[in-house]
């Protein structure tokens, strides 16, 4: 939502005193390609009022303030007029970032992941308890359609096999490709398994930046659930799918067609030759996940609307990536110890 201009009129100064009233005031650090979405979303949202961009490149901070006719800011400015704020830099900003404004007593919404170590992750959820502001972590896939279609039919899975690989692209390489990519896997992981984290054995290879461009991590879970997580940043094409299976039956997602099978016994037309199973065959349209992110920010903290992602689960998150990366570093040591690796792979010119 864009501020009315103010005018002469009193019934014009009320009109904009009771959009500020229903509205959160929200502030955009960063102005990159996760920011300029976040933008958007808050300048197209009823509930919300985009009160300025922030960015440490001015000129890019400018052009999304255009984009969103916002002004540019500097970070005391945005801080000193915001409600909430919405933090997409780097990652290893995002304590710095986060800290003060929590301290400051103002909402918070941090892309994942939420902090670069365990250590600033634990302090962040700590501030956020003592606080009492909202804290979410942006876990996207928590708000789209796939989450809602899987959770909703199978709840007690067995076995995960998660892929999510894309051509490479520069965006995300300040970090493995564990936390740019596979930890929206794992984040979706944990939320289909209530049950801790037993073990976990992962390995990977730096290719084409200076951290790990491919992964793949074998989670083992307390209650015997097992899921296998590979992602890659290098690859020829784009490819996100899902396959489960437990008691409930047999489930195969494909996020990019947007299309969920599922072989079970409650839903869907008989098939036959399984001995009484069914097929259900499911599709969905397009759904604006972080609109519908941006709306429960809202509905958090102008409604006190549960969290769906806040400090806990963004803390789970990051200490399964970190587990990840450490089993991956381990792996790599004994793969160069044997003289398997011989050191980082440059790619053809």
């Known amino acids: 939502m864009h501020a009315p201009a103010l005018g002469d009129k009193g019934g014009r100064r009320l009109a904009v005193e009771e959009v500020r009233v229903r509205a959160v005031r929200i502030g955009i650090v960063g102005a990159g390609h996760f920011g300029r979405f976040h933008a958007l979303k808050v300048a197209a949202s009823p509930r919300a009022f985009l009160i300025g961009i922030c960015d440490r490149d001015p000129s890019r901070a400018a052009a999304v303030g255009r984009e969103v006719k916002a002004p540019v800011l500097s970070w005391p400015e945005l801080l000193a007029g915001a409600d909430a704020v919405v933090i997409a830099t780097p990652a290893e900003s995002h304590f710095a970032y986060a800290s003060e404004a929590l301290r400051a007593g103002r909402h918070v919404l941090v892309e994942k992941p939420m902090a670069s170590t365990l250590e600033e992750a634990q302090a962040l959820a700590a501030l956020a308890q003592e606080s ?30 998660c892929v999510r690989v894309a051509p490479f692209k520069p965006r995300g390489t300040d970090v493995s490709v564990v936390l740019d990519l596979m930890i929206h896997d794992i984040d979706l992981v944990l939320a289909l398994v209530d049950s801790p984290i037993s073990a976990v054995d992962a390995v990977g290879a730096t290719v084409a930046s200076d951290h790990e461009d491919i992964a793949n991590a074998r989670l083992h879970f307390a209650n015997g659930c097992v899921a296998t997580i590979t992602a890659s940043r290098i690859s020829l094409k784009t490819e996100r799918k899902m396959r489960l299976f437990s008691e409930e039956g047999y489930m195969s997602v494909d996020f990019v067609q947007r299309k969920l099978v599922m072989i079970g016994r409650e839903r869907g037309v008989p098939l036959p030759g ?16 972080m609109a519908a992110e941006h709306a429960a920010f809202a509905a958090a903290i102008l409604d006190s609307a549960p969290v769906l992602v806040d400090a806990t689960a963004g803390l ?34």
């Open 132 to 161: 009492g502001r909202i804290f979410q972590v942006g876990h996207l896939l928590r708000y789209s359609a796939e989450h809602q279609a899987i959770s909703s039919r199978l709840a007690r899975p067995v076995y995960i096999e």
């Open 274 to 289: 399984t001995g009484g199973g069914r097929l259900e065959e499911v599709s969905w349209k397009d759904h604006d996940a």
């Open 316 to 349: 789970r998150a990051l200490a399964a990536a970190l587990a990840v990366s450490a089993s991956m570093q381990a792996n790599r040591a004994r793969a160069e110890a044997s003289g398997l690796l011989r050191g980082r792979i440059t790619p053809p010119a």
